[in-house]
C-alpha cells in the first residue's frame, strides 16, 4: 500500500513539473520562470510586432524572386 501512494505521488508530481516546464518551453521562456505570470504589454508588442515586420519581409523576398522570374 505504501508503494501505490509512493507510486501515486511521483507520478503527480511529475506530471506538475512537466506541465510547468512544457508551458514554459512553449512561450519560449526560461523553464524555471513562473508559466501563469501575465506577459507585460511592452514585451507583447514587441514579439506581435517581430512576428509581423518578419512576415512582411518574407512576403517582400517572395515578391522580389517572383519580379525577377524565379
Known amino acids: 500500500m505504501k ?6 505521488l511521483g507520478v503527480v508530481i511529475g506530471v ?12 519560449n521562456k526560461p523553464w524555471y ?5 501575465e506577459q507585460s504589454v511592452t514585451n507583447q508588442f514587441k514579439s506581435s510586432f517581430g512576428e509581423g515586420v518578419e512576415k512582411a519581409g518574407e512576403s517582400i523576398e517572395k515578391m522580389g ?6
Open 3 to 8: 508503494f501505490l501512494k509512493t507510486l501515486i
Open 16 to 27: 506538475l513539473l512537466g506541465l510547468w516546464f512544457g508551458i514554459n518551453i512553449g512561450k
Open 33 to 37: 520562470s513562473n508559466p501563469l505570470a
Open 65 to 70: 524572386e517572383d519580379i525577377q522570374g524565379k
